[in-house]
């Protein structure tokens, strides 16, 4: 497997681009030390490797009225493709769902769900998760604080 990440430039580019995605390329360049044309190559080499998804821009949630986070563990009632397939196309779709994760325990999958309140989340749940015929059971987590949120 060859490396993704030649040094320890590459990686003092990646950790300042996470702190700031909106650094234009001379200033990335003047923080880590390079010349802006050296920098801009490697910038290119680490999005052509896809170690850099994309960029994108965090919005406040509550802009769209969500002020609720809910964790949603969903059990599949049989382990079979159809039925991951059906679920994971639907979440797929579902705007609420902001993180779906496959997960090993007594659990399928765990969703981060974003509501307006508890009434906006309930229809969610009776309209899309429930409506499912693979899913057996939904039991939820209500976020009270957000002590830590890093995104990578």
């Known amino acids: 497997m060859t490396q993704k990440i030649a040094d320890d430039m590459d990686r003092k580019i990646l950790k300042e681009l996470m702190s700031d995605a909106r650094l234009p390329n001379n200033e990335l360049a003047e923080r880590v030390g390079l010349s802006a044309s050296a920098c801009l190559r490697r910038l290119r080499r680490l999005e052509d490797a896809d170690i850099i998804h994309g960029y994108t821009t965090l919005v406040d949630p509550t ?11 969903v059990r599949l009632s049989r382990q079979h493709e159809d039925e991951i397939q059906m679920f994971e196309s639907a979440v797929r779709g ?7 994760h ?11 769900v974003m509501s307006s309140g ?5 229809r969610f749940i009776k309209g899309k998760i429930a409506r499912l015929k693979c899913v057996d059971t939904i039991e939820t987590s209500f976020v009270m604080n957000t002590i830590k949120a890093r995104r990578v």
Do not use: F, H, N, P
């Open 63 to 73: 802009i769209d009225g969500w002020t609720m986070t809910a964790l949603a563990s």
């Open 94 to 100: 579902w705007d609420e769902v902001l993180e779906c």
């Open 102 to 112: 496959l997960v090993t325990g007594s659990r399928d999958y765990v969703l981060k």
């Open 118 to 122: 508890l009434e906006d989340y309930e």
